[in-house]
């Protein structure tokens, strides 16, 4: 189904998913300035008569200092964990490697390439270019079969083909890691596989070649998901460490700015906007840390089910696109 446009749909697929996170974390802390000055003070009555008059600024200020502290530490364990699963012995980094060279092996033996693309976007290029030729190929197969297996078969592969169709289309203009995982989370390979192996089941009249070629059709779909979870692995890892990274670069001089604050409090001119401004960016490491856990989640929830098994996403959660 194609994504509804509504304002609300399209500010939650931004904010969650299609937004440069760096971008998403300014318009977080937009909206927590927004909602803690001119919001907040049209709610509460609130005068602001400047920094001296607010008694709990300076309590406020160590809480803030020390859930930075923590957020940090926190985080880089996260990516220490995720940097510690690359430390693995010599023999299961062979293991790895030559696992991934057979794997590109019998990719190339079913689609009759001579050697696979090294790009993850072309790699899978190739499979969905391969699946529409096999969609054809089946087409062809049951050009003289019954009409109840014609019309079941129609039915299936228009949904493959505008299915394959769209994520081919976004996979052409994928460049990141992200770009690939987004383009290819949409594609319902376990329902594909699913309702071709019931077609299968269903009509013991089918003929041998329409046999081999659903056979080839499931290898497709097998071999798209496992790519799939390969490269939302190393999307994962990439983007924990990027978190890390920014996390560093923002909180850094958080912590000097929030010492500061609370060193020469009483010293600093007493006006509200100075107040407003340190605290909201004070909240700063937190959006960050907001916007990258968001559209891992979002990712991780989207695309929980590996192999022939659907999840009802609607069971965890509105859809982005609702």
Known sequence: MPPKDGPVARIRRWLLLDGRRTVVTAALLVGIGLVLGPIGHAVAGATGDGLAATH???PLLSTQLSGVFLLVSIVVSINSLFVSNEQQPLGQQLDHIQEIGAFRRELESTTDQAISPTEPARFLSVLTQTVLTQVQTLEDDLADADADLQADVTRFLEGVTEQTRQVGDRLSAADTP???VRATM???YGRMSHDLRQIRTDYDDIPESARETIE??????????????????LYFAREFAALSKHLLYVAIPVIVLLAFLLL???DLPDTHLLVLSVH???YAPFALLAAYVGRV???SQRTGAAGQFVLDHSADGPSLDD
């Not at 080839?216 to 692995?233: C, G, I, P, S």
Request: net charge negative.
């Open 280 to 282: 909201t960016v004070g």
């Open 216 to 233: 080839t059709l499931l290898d497709l779909l097998e071999y798209f998901a496992t790519a799939r979870e390969y490269f939302k692995t």
């Open 56 to 58: 709990t600024l300076s």
């Open 178 to 180: 992200f770009g690939i």
């Open 264 to 266: 020469h409090l009483d």
């Open 186 to 188: 949409e594609y319902d």
């Open 297 to 299: 989640t979002t990712v």
